[in-house]
Every structure is written in structure tokens, then in C-alpha cells.
């Protein structure tokens, strides 16, 4: 499990930098986006996934975890989270979490 990141749609804001735990998130110097250099140590926390605002953040499910190359990535709404995954036959799915009741049991 891995993040990618599509250079083409990093801003360069540095939101996901301030957010990885792992501090795994480097800023290239000339141009300020985001890379992952070693995305084999990523632990799949999805905090950057839930920083980015550009949706150039995509979380990979590979074959480790039943995934077989699922991607999927977070847009944010007023008080929802809107995860979209694509699966690598092109079948795209949206799940849509409340924020304001997504902690309580």
C-alpha cells in the first residue's frame, strides 16, 4: 500500500508535507510539488490523501490487500468527505462520510 502523486495536479502547497507522520513527503526544488521517494515505507495513514485539496493524492490498493490496483482519493464538501475509488477495470465507486457523525458509535 502506497500513495501516488500526480505531479500535474500538486499545487506545491505543502499541506500533505506538514501532515505525513513518516515525514516521507519531499518538496522538489524548482517547482515546489510534492514527491514520495520512498513510497515502499508509506504506512497507508491517508492523512496527506485528506490534506490535498487538488485530488493529486491517490491512495494504491495493490494486490497485498485485495486491492489488485484499486486507487482512490478524498474530496472535501461543506462537512463531507466524498472517497472516490476506481478500479483498474475503470469501475469507479463514491463513498460520502458525514464529518460531523463519522466519530460517533
Same mark, same amino acid.
Given at each position: 500500500?502506497?500513495?501516488?502523486? %500526480?505531479?500535474?495536479?500538486?499545487?506545491?502547497?505543502? %499541506?500533505?508535507?506538514?501532515?505525513?507522520?513518516?515525514?516521507?513527503?519531499?518538496?522538489?526544488?524548482?517547482? %515546489?510539488?510534492?514527491?514520495?521517494?520512498?513510497?515502499?515505507?508509506?504506512?497507508?495513514?491517508?492523512?496527506?490523501?485528506?490534506?490535498?485539496?487538488?485530488? !493529486?493524492?491517490?491512495?494504491?490498493?495493490? !494486490?497485498?490487500?485485495?486491492?489488485?490496483?484499486?486507487?482512490?482519493?478524498?474530496?472535501?464538501? %461543506?462537512?463531507?468527505?466524498?472517497?472516490?475509488?476506481?478500479?483498474?477495470?475503470?469501475?469507479?465507486?463514491?463513498?460520502?462520510?458525514?464529518?460531523?457523525? !463519522?466519530?460517533?458509535?
Amino acid at each position: 500500500m502506497s500513495i501516488r502523486i %500526480n505531479p500535474d495536479l500538486c499545487a506545491g502547497c505543502g %499541506n500533505c508535507r506538514e501532515v505525513c507522520p513518516g515525514s516521507l513527503l519531499f518538496k522538489e526544488k524548482e517547482s %515546489n510539488k510534492t514527491y514520495i521517494k520512498y513510497p515502499e515505507e508509506c504506512w497507508g495513514c491517508t492523512s496527506c490523501l485528506k490534506e490535498c485539496k487538488f485530488e !493529486a493524492i491517490s491512495y494504491y490498493l495493490g !494486490a497485498d490487500m485485495g486491492g489488485g490496483g484499486t486507487t482512490m482519493y478524498v474530496k472535501e464538501e %461543506n462537512k463531507e468527505l466524498h472517497w472516490h475509488i476506481t478500479r483498474p477495470d475503470g469501475k469507479k465507486k463514491i463513498i460520502t462520510i458525514d464529518t460531523t457523525k !463519522a466519530n460517533s458509535y
